[in-house]
């Protein structure tokens, strides 16, 4: 078959909408389920005992805003580069966009450069080699795949996102057969209505349990790419926030259950206790299962990031020469190529730990941003597309106010 060449002047060529529900879903969950979970049971089981699950719904619930905020955006303005568009749209400030634009792209490359760097101590335990001899492989091997056609990087992500999974639910199987009592002591989750000490040990686990569900929003970055992006993209949203939180809060509670909370909390590697004290495998098991967790990481934001770029070029924000397509593929081959070599760099020259933190603060702000862009959209009453997802004007206002308290309670030495 001869692939015929592409007149971008008279037929641009556009990114092809291929994504189901299923790819969105399993895109989300790998973006979305990562290294927070392995950390925060050791810190929400030291701080709320057998109530810590309970911290886990909470921050679901507190996301919840503004995922529905996202869902009602994405479906107004179903384009890459989301959150620039959607404050262009409010605010009608290209460098405003452009800033928010640059923002998501950074935060993005800073959490891609981190699970790189990660990855080689994983890696390291079956391929004894330089530490910058594994990043680079590995940036450069899941960068690939990131160019691929988008149906396919986001079906090899998927697989990836079943074994991540996969591995935690091992763990959830195993806590299963400990007998009845993971069902017989669910009441002990549920602190007294007159205990204000527990009910404040779950209110400020939720604050820290909220980083844990940071991910989902890059959900609205492939909207471009989704069939049926007006339904397709609010029932992702908010079914990888539900399965998330499902995960998140049965882990936690087999945790508890399985090793007691302070025994917990004192452990570095709180979640490969668990694994090894239920199953009794080798913790090199639990190894390759964060092998896998790290390497979908770094597809998925190859993937974000690529688009996003693409998206601020398509919006004319950034030279058109980053909204280049492969004729095959059709994926942004310039923007994904440049974000992968963006993120090598970083990987290898840049102390990441303080950059860490400070990519979950960036992302709170971008909440923030993105509720009051929806605020006043809606009350300069800006009427909807036929079929996109709405929601009450209390909503956003509910994002904004959790997203500002998070910030907050993130300065706050708890």
């Known amino acids: 078959m001869t692939v015929q060449p592409v007149d971008a002047a008279a037929n641009p060529p556009h990114l092809l909408r291929s994504l189901t529900l299923t790819h969105a879903v399993l895109y989300g969950l790998g973006v979305t389920i990562g290294a927070g979970i392995y950390v925060l049971v050791g810190v929400a089981a030291g701080r709320s005992g057998m109530h810590a699950p309970l911290a886990f719904f909470g921050a679901a619930l507190v996301m919840s805003f503004t995922a529905a905020t996202f869902a009602e955006l994405g479906t107004r303005m179903s384009v890459s580069a989301s959150e620039a568009a959607y404050v262009e ?31 080689a101590g994983y890696i390291a335990v079956f391929v004894p080699v330089p530490a910058a001899w594994i990043i680079a492989g590995v ?15 986001v079906s090899f992500a998927g697989i990836m996102t079943v074994v991540e999974v996969g591995g935690l639910l091992v763990i959830v199987m195993a806590g299963m057969t400990r007998g009845p009592e993971v069902i017989s002591r669910l009441p002990e989750m549920w602190p007294a209505a007159h205990d204000t000490a527990a009910w404040a040990g779950v209110a400020g686990t939720s604050l820290i349990a909220v980083f844990a569900f940071i991910g989902f929003e890059h959900l609205v970055n492939v909207a471009e790419e989704m069939k049926q992006p007006s339904r397709t993209l609010p029932r992702a949203l908010f079914l990888t926030l539900g399965l998330t939180a499902l995960i998140y809060g049965l882990i936690v509670w087999i945790a508890v259950i399985a090793v007691p909370p302070a025994e ?17 495998f080798p913790l090199v098991t639990m190894s390759a299962v964060a092998i896998v967790a790290t390497l979908n990481g770094i597809i998925v934001h190859v993937i974000m990031i690529g688009r996003v770029l693409y998206g601020l070029a398509d919006q004319g924000h950034l030279p058109r020469f980053l909204k280049r397509l492969h004729p ?43 509720n009051v862009a929806l605020i006043r959209i809606k009350l300069r009453n800006d009427p909807a597309p036929a079929g996109a997802f709405t929601c009450a004007l209390w909503v956003p206002f509910a994002g904004l106010l959790s997203s500002i308290a998070l910030l907050i309670a993130d300065r706050v030495p708890w």
């Open 139 to 153: 940036v450069l091997a899941m960068g690939a795949v990131g160019c691929l056609a988008t149906v396919h990087s």
């Open 89 to 119: 749209s409010a605010f009608h400030r290209n460098w405003f966009s452009l800033a928010v634009g640059l923002l998501v792209v950074s935060a993005a490359m800073v959490s891609a450069a981190t699970i790189s760097a990660g990855s």
């Open 328 to 370: 095959v593929t059709r994926t942004p081959i310039v923007a994904t190529a440049i974000g992968v070599f963006a993120i090598l760099i970083l990987a290898l020259t840049v102390p990441l730990v303080g950059l860490a933190d400070l990519t979950s603060r960036l992302t709170l702000v971008i909440f923030a941003i993105v």
């Open 264 to 280: 917990l909390a004192r452990s570095p590697a709180p979640l490969a206790l668990v694994f090894e004290r239920l199953t009794g």
